[in-house]
């Protein structure tokens, strides 16, 4: 198989629609556009919400309450089978040891979780840990540093 003998499934790319070709093709005239108005012209369309000029349903609705999504911690979570399978070769693993192997994006806080099994001794430093994570990083021989 060469790159150039490729092709698409059968089904795979459809046709485009010719709209604006006469009556004769079913997309004639307005080109399934419907009538007049403002939904007719090229970047006519209105915002989600827009009541026409009445006052819309979301501004009567009274506003209550408090989300904390701006202000919320976020962390990059990584399990200890994350860590097990790390090279043979580290043994102290912190947030740059992850972003390079591609666990967490930088810029993150790091909490370890205690998913999996761990079977080596590492010096593991991080802003969290869980309690069966802790346990099982102990429990291998090695550190729970929390930074």
Known sequence: MLLHTLKNVKG?????KRVGCGEGSGH?????????????????????????GQMPLYRKLPHRGFNNYNFRTS???VNVSDLEGLDVAIT?????????????????????????????????TA????????????????????A
């Not at 947030?95 to 192997?101: G, R």
């Not at 370890?112 to 099994?117: E, F, K, R, V």
């Not at 802003?127 to 540093?145: L, M, N, P, T, W």
């Open 12 to 16: 795979a790319v459809h046709r485009r």
């Open 28 to 52: 004639g005239k307005t080109s399934g556009r419907g009538g007049k108005g403002q939904s007719a012209r090229s970047g006519g369309s209105i915002r989600p919400g827009f009541e026409g």
């Open 75 to 77: 962390y990059g979570i």
């Open 127 to 146: 802003v969290k840990f869980s309690d069966s994570a802790k346990a099982k990083i102990e429990k291998a021989g090695g550190q729970a540093i929390v």
């Open 92 to 124: 102290e693993v912190n947030l740059d040891v992850l972003v390079k192997a591609g666990h967490v994006r930088s810029g993150v806080l790091l909490k370890i979780l205690g998913n999996g099994d761990l079977t080596r001794a590492l010096k593991v």
